[in-house]
């Protein structure tokens, strides 16, 4: 029904900044939230940043906050993530999500939501 794509990973250096697209296709006029999740090696996949898509509020993990940005474009279906002061710890792979049933109402839990993009990787290095 949602087809998410994803496009801006790779490889940075430490304190280094990379932008995050997640495109949005098919049935998403019923959008109400989309978000970014990650997940490094043997860890679970982790809330990272969350944006509603039509009052444009914002939630940030606490790891990420005042690094991270996530805004939307709503005209081209399309949530971003700017990440500034990249540091190790990033090192995952990131997932975009699009919260469309909109069940639950916690936006910071990966259950929440309905639709995965295929993930990309994302690697800091010192």
């Known amino acids: 029904q949602v087809q998410l794509v994803e496009s801006g990973g790779g490889l940075v250096q430490a304190g280094g900044s990379l932008r995050l697209s997640c495109a949005a296709s098919?049935?998403?006029?019923?959008?109400?939230?989309m978000a970014w999740f990650r997940q490094a090696p043997g860890k679970e996949r982790d809330f990272v940043a969350t944006?509603?898509?039509?009052?444009?509020?914002?939630y940030y993990a606490d790891s990420v906050k005042g690094r991270f940005t996530i805004s939307r474009d709503n005209a081209k279906n399309t949530v971003y993530l700017q990440m500034n002061s990249l540091k190790l710890e990033d090192t995952a792979v990131y997932y975009c999500?699009?919260?469309?049933?909109?069940?639950?109402?916690?936006?910071?839990?990966?259950?929440?939501?309905?639709?995965w993009g295929q993930g990309t990787q994302v690697t800091v290095s010192s």
């Open positions: 999500a699009a919260d469309v049933t909109h069940t639950m109402t916690r936006l910071t839990s990966k259950y929440e939501y309905d639709y």
């Open positions: 098919g049935r998403t006029f019923s959008t109400y939230a």
């Open positions: 944006i509603t898509w039509s009052g444009g509020r914002t």
